[in-house]
């Protein structure tokens, strides 16, 4: 029976290791297929959401064309008016330029040439010369017509004063005086008449005189206040300019500001699908969060609360344990309702966002874990996880339902002991589950989702600001521009003002013909007035005749006749000298007249000529600024068709379609994404169907090699057989199991089992051994680590206690010997044996050979000797010079003086001594004392003593004790009782 259950097991361990091999193969064969169909089916989304991803940034490239031509079109507009607005302008400045060259042309017309100018110039010269010589001749006989004049002038008075007096005499003789009286009144009344008229005459000349230097001068006034507007039109004109440059460098930082903005949400949105591919968060529910919150906000949803990280507080220090602990259960939405999760799953499904888990308040089930009895009350150990996120109390029944059924432990050992009640998190991110498993462990910060989620979310922040930022730079950029084309309006209503004001050459030239008109008003005045004075004179001489005429009427006529007679003989001797003295005046006066005559005429031609070539001047004056006129007139139109120009050129890129051709040539790739899109999604579905047939054949594979056990050893070498080979085999050995059939199976199956749990028994001893044989060194190891730092810490001590010994007794050596017991290949410690020779002794003593001075001073030697291997801050003895004589307790004080100066170490300061005592020694080397009284039962500390209260206080204890027996009995009672010297050291203790 043994000898066939062998051979059976022998063909069906065969049989089974085909099996096993050709099982395992198909399911290797099945998970490549579903492997490969899944690759393809990541790589179609990978496709779909590039594709996706570039039609949204087409999309998006289209909506910044479109706002783009809008802007132009915008823009074109106003360019538009700006060029109807200049071309007036032109218009004005054309027809200005044609007026300006038109009276540069008449100018130049009247302007005489250089030849004309030279022969003028010629004869006035010799003119002058004839003038100079005429005034000469005129000179000459000046002094003979002068002469011959005065003569004359005497004769004709001497005449006229006796034809005065015949006249008056005859006037007399024949009764006509009344008659020459009346006749000079009535002249004298005329003169005066006719002076009244002058005089009005004269008033309005001057009247008239007086209004036209007051037009003169109003026309000044007009043309400085005209000039002052110019100015101030100038200086707004300038200002408008500046302002105008400040907005299109405004507009220029603001097109900056955008590229800016752009770039950066251009790189924040590239990073975001980045981060959307990334394996780290492809499981995150990203796409289906935004396409939610979006339905959202456009609909005003009410009861939607979004997932539950984004509902929660918590430290950093918790993000590990509760994403270990809670998983994607963090991603799960929270809402009202049953109705407004089927709502939103409709949503999803029709955006095709895929699946996020709902949590309905209305009828979330909750459990809280509770914490065992034995650490209850005890936070600092264990807490629910609840409370330790923090949340609005409305969500509580969905974190309940999240949170609170784990428990966090601050500690490993804790959580295995609380997993019987709860599934429980370590800090370091270890689940304890409460059916037994162990899950989490470390991972790195890139895997961790809740990073992710929140980098995501401070992205999408960003994104947002950044498109506010961007509509805000918008809105400035259009008030900016309406601001520009205003100031531009108001420039060119500046510019046609200044174009369309009077000109400085008029208003001179109408400055220059009233100031003409005044000079010939002034002659007129002037002519006036000489005659108004020599009328005055005749009107003096009638009045004079007709009052000497009135005196003489009552005069003697015989008397008068006498005299009468008397002077008409002197009157006609007088009247033939006059005839000749006449004779020869009117000769000198007839050839200086002739003189004079030429001179007036040569003086006439050079007035002429000086008049002509004064115009001429004049003119060349005029044809100077009319020439600048032009040259002004003409940049101005230059300018403005330069401008024009380049409005033109302004408006005819804009008018360009370019824009729209761009547009309509991603719309039409966007279009052909789309159907790729949908080509590649029907591939991820023949895919998918690939994949599920892969998982059944997989699966069913996978579940036959689990009914199937443990495989047999020489399995393995099996799998790298063809798999025709193996079937053909494996049919081979089921014809050969066949053969076997009559055999009990339940024996079979026992022997198997049996079998099995031997090998298993087997395997776990070996392994047991194993664990033994390490434990075994590991402890080995560590007894000779603590061998070795014990020998390294006694020889370090022992160092420093045979340096200490001299220190403190001169001539005393000491040393530290460590006891062993036990073989030479397993030794134990047994315990530290000091060895210390004294001045005067010829061999080192063990410590019980010692006195108890020297005992005492041998144990403060070990004790500072750890200390300088081992420094404490500070060290506190009791009256440790109590049993020590003179020589020991000054080599003892001098010793811990010197130490409290020494610090052991470059970063440790020197260590601190605290000691009581009843010598002065101690009390002499200290640094500050304290005095300590017991009265009433309660010590009283005196923190101001000093070294003379200290020395004072031991002096009485010492004359108060008694010696030898009664002594110490003594002491102690008066040191309990009444008083208790302390010292300090060192001085900063």
Known sequence: QTTQLEKFEEVDRKRRSLEYAVTHIRAQTALKKKNDALASVDEAIEDIRQMSDEIVQLQQEIGDLKATQKGNMGELESICNEITTVENTLDQRVATTAEAREVLKQAQKNALNRKDKTTLTNHRDSYRKQQVSLTGKIQAYDPEVQQAQEALDKVDEQLRDAQAKVQALENASDGSAKDQYEQSKRKYDEIQEKLSSDRKTLEKLKSEKEEKENEVAQVKEENEQSSAEAQELKKKEHSLTKEIDETQSNLSDINKSQNGVRSKLRQFEAEMHRMQRAPSTRNLPISAAQVLEEYVADNQLDGYYGPVLSLVRMSDALYKPVERAVGNALFSVVVDSRLIAAKLIDVLTEAKAGRVTFIPLDTVKTKIASIPESFRGQDEKVKNLLDMVEFDARLRPAMEAVFGRTLLCFDAEIARSCRSSADCVTMDGVVYKKKGTLEGGYSA?????????????????????????????????????????????????????????????????????????????????????????????????????????????????????????????????????????????????????????????????????????????????????????????????????????????????????????????????????????????????????????????????????????????????????????????????????????????????????????????????????????????????????????VQDFMNRVDRRFQEIMPRMIKGCRGELVLKTRGEETRKTWAGVSVKVQFPGSEEQMPLRSLSGGQATVVALGLIFAIQRCDPMPFYIFDEIDASLDTTFRASVAKLIHELSREATNETSAPPQFLCTTFREEQVQRADRWFVIRFRNGVSHVVNDATKQDALHIIKENAQSAVPQQGGKRKRQRLGAANVNAGSATPTHA
């Not at 049919?731 to 050969?736: F, L, N, S, W």
């Open 445 to 789: 910060d890139s895997q961790s989702k809740i990073l992710n989620w929140l980098e995501f979310q401070r992205k999408r922040t960003q994104i947002k600001d950044l498109q506010d930022e961007m509509q805000k730079l918008s809105v400035q950029k259009i008030d900016l521009e309406d601001v520009k084309n205003k100031l531009i309006g108001e420039h060119s209503s500046v510019s046609s003002k200044l174009s369309n004001r009077a000109g400085a050459l008029t208003i001179a030239r109408q400055i220059k013909a009233l100031e003409k008109e005044i000079d010939g008003i002034a002659k007129r005045i002037k002519s006036l007035e000489s005659a108004i004075d020599g009328k005055t004179k005749k009107a003096a001489f009638y009045k004079t005749s007709y009052e000497q005429a009135k005196e003489n009427i009552g005069e003697n006529e015989e008397q008068i006749e006498l005299q009468r007679v008397e002077m008409v003989e002197t009157v006609s001797g007088l009247q033939s000298e006059y005839m000749e003295k006449q004779k020869l005046l009117q000769k000198s006066k007839s050839k200086a007249e002739k003189f004079e005559q030429e001179l007036a005429s040569v003086v006439e031609k050079i007035t002429d000529i000086q008049t002509s070539l004064d115009k001429d001047s004049k003119a060349q004056d005029d044809i100077k600024i009319f020439e600048q006129d032009v040259q002004n007139c003409q940049e101005n139109e230059d300018r403005i068709r330069s401008q024009l120009t380049s409005l033109r050129q302004q408006k005819d890129e804009l008018a360009k379609d370019d824009d729209a051709s761009k547009a309509r040539d991603i719309e039409m790739q966007i279009s052909r994404l789309k159907d790729d899109i949908d080509a590649t999604r029907k591939r991820q579905s023949e895919s998918e169907t690939d994949e599920v047939q892969a998982t059944k054949e997989h699966d069913m594979h996978k579940a036959h090699l689990d009914s199937m056990g443990a495989p047999p050893k020489e399995t393995v070498e099996m799998f790298e057989q063809p798999l025709k080979t193996l079937n053909r085999r494996l049919a081979q050995a089921q014809r050969e199991s066949e053969a076997f059939s009559g055999l009990n199976r339940k024996a079979v199956d026992q022997y198997r089992r049996l079998k099995q749990e031997r090998d298993k028994f087997k395997g776990k001893l070996e392994e047991a051994h194993k664990s033994h044989e390490a434990i075994e060194k590991l402890i080995s190891k560590l007894d000779r680590e603590k061998d070795q730092k």
